[in-house]
């Protein structure tokens, strides 16, 4: 059983590793090469407009404008210790992040205007990380520790009474809606290695998607429903529950009604690779970040 998760950073990180951001077409297999970092950067949202990439990097949010190849910081006020469970609203008015708070170091979900502001608490209870906001704009997806389980809940975006939607033995993790709403897609240790799963939105229907000799990780689902793509670790590199830096991983592609999967690129990473929804508007790219060991 995980007892911490993705630990995140307010002073510079070196991990002994530069960050390289990339894209990926999905159609050529083409990586193209954007930025790279002596600093450690993760995670990377693509915007609706298809203009930038939001990422974090040493506890703070950076929006990298694909024209220019230019990163600059997103003012998110005390919010200082963000880890790389970032979301954009679904009208990008906002983000979503899991920062660490002051008084304990515990991950807790807030919620601030994408264009800089102070952040607004969601989830009171801790540890909670966020992984999926509802097409709707109206709930938040998450994973959260909870009576020594990591389970997935929602919350109204709002605040409120969070509900509990998993409860099996095992890690469950990941949650991220599919763009018509009607399903949350999520990764489980529940039946021995790491696999991605689906259930409804009210936590229904909860069916294995992949079947495969691999721990697999954060599935995002393409804007246009047709795909999911996902992380995938060799079996024996990682412990089932654990997603950590630094190891040979692959991007895999598979339909949304399940079946053989593909791999669309290799690279050394994983922890900060993907974890949130990376696809670009038009579900034809995908941004990630690949790491070089210095």
């Not at 998760?5 to 002073?11: A, F, K, P, T």
């Not at 963000?82 to 708070?101: E, G, I, K, T």
Request: aromatic residues 8%; charged residues 25%.
């Amino acid at each position: 059983m995980k007892t911490r998760r993705r630990q995140g950073v307010r002073l510079k990180e070196d991990r002994g590793v530069v960050s390289i951001l990339e894209t990926l077409d999905i159609g050529t297999g083409e990586r193209t090469v954007l930025a790279e970092f002596e600093e450690l950067i993760e995670a990377p949202n693509w915007t609706a407009d298809g203009k930038r990439l939001i990422y974090n990097s040493c506890g703070l949010l950076h929006s990298f404008d694909l024209a220019g190849r230019t990163s600059a910081p997103i003012d998110s006020g005390f919010a200082d210790w963000c880890n790389n469970d970032h979301v954009l609203s679904p009208d990008n008015s906002q983000v979503a992040v899991s920062h660490h708070a002051e008084e304990d170091g515990q991950s807790r979900i807030y919620v601030l205007p994408l264009a800089g502001g102070q952040p607004v608490l969601v989830t009171p209870m801790a540890p909670s990380y966020l992984h999926g906001w509802s097409p709707d704009g109206r709930t938040l997806a998450y994973c959260a520790e909870r009576d020594d389980a990591y389970d997935i809940y929602t919350i109204p975006v709002l605040g409120g009474v969070e509900t509990r939607l998993t409860d099996t033995p095992g890690l469950d993790d990941g949650p991220e809606y599919s763009p018509d709403g009607r399903h949350i897609w999520f990764n489980s240790t529940r039946s021995g290695l790491m696999q991605i799963w689906r259930m409804d939105a009210d936590g229904g229907g909860q069916t294995r998607m992949t079947d495969e000799e691999s721990n697999n990780w954060f599935p995002h689902v393409s804007p246009d429903g047709r795909s999911v793509a996902y992380i995938a670790y060799r079996k024996g590199d990682v412990a089932p529950a654990d997603h950590p830096p630094n190891k040979q991983v692959e991007l895999r592609l598979m339909p949304i009604a399940g079946g053989p999967s593909r791999v669309l690129a290799e690279l050394f990473g994983g922890q900060g690779t993907m974890n949130v929804n990376s696809w670009s508007p038009d579900s034809r790219q995908l941004a990630f970040v690949s790491y070089r060991p210095r």
